[in-house]
């Protein structure tokens, strides 16, 4: 588990409200069965979930089905996401770690990780994305 803003969020609410943002990204709208999907989890699972992620805030289902993710939850799932990018890009450019491993760890790591290692890599990637620009 990970602390958040003072309150404690499982690492598979974390996962809902991640893939939630991506798919929202990707197809405009996300319904229950898109998460279901996308996760290969069946229906009763991603229900019950929803139903947790409403009651905490972090996200509404309008009349037609679609989930919305609230002005809190996008902001969780904005900040698991940058960790899930940056952890990935961080084995992938500095490790030379293949992008698929990488994908996967940094899916466990991001929510694990403490916020002084994570800024550190993300110092670092920045960095060195600075770097780059400056020498073109």
Same mark, same amino acid.
């Given at each position: 588990?990970? +602390?958040?803003?003072?309150?404690?969020?499982?690492?598979?609410?974390?996962?809902?409200?991640?893939?939630?943002? &991506?798919?929202? $990204?990707?197809?405009?709208?996300?319904? =229950?069965?898109?998460? *279901?999907?996308?996760?290969?989890? *069946?229906?009763? =699972?991603?229900?019950? *979930? @929803? +139903?947790?992620?409403?009651?905490?805030?972090?996200? !509404?289902? $309008?009349?037609?089905?679609?989930? !919305?993710?609230?002005? +809190?939850?996008?902001?969780?799932? =904005? *900040?698991?996401?940058?960790?899930?990018?940056?952890?990935?890009?961080?084995? @992938?450019?500095?490790?030379? @770690?293949?992008?698929?491993?990488?994908?996967?760890?940094?899916?466990?790591?991001?929510? @694990?990780?403490?916020?002084?290692?994570?800024?550190? &890599?993300?110092?670092?990637?920045?960095?060195?994305?600075?770097?780059?620009?400056?020498?073109?």
């Amino acid at each position: 588990m990970n +602390k958040r803003g003072g309150k404690i969020m499982q690492e598979s609410g974390e996962n809902y409200l991640e893939t939630i943002l &991506i798919l929202r $990204e990707r197809n405009g709208t996300v319904r =229950s069965i898109d998460i *279901a999907n996308e996760l290969g989890y *069946a229906k009763p =699972s991603v229900s019950r *979930a @929803v +139903k947790l992620l409403e009651k905490k805030g972090l996200i !509404v289902m $309008e009349h037609n089905g679609e989930l !919305v993710l609230t002005d +809190k939850g996008l902001e969780m799932a =904005s *900040a698991i996401y940058e960790r899930h990018r940056i952890i990935s890009e961080f084995f @992938v450019d500095i490790l030379g @770690v293949d992008k698929i491993s990488a994908d996967m760890d940094a899916c466990r790591i991001e929510h @694990v990780i403490s916020e002084t290692s994570f800024n550190k &890599i993300k110092e670092f990637i920045k960095g060195r994305t600075d770097r780059s620009s400056d020498s073109r």
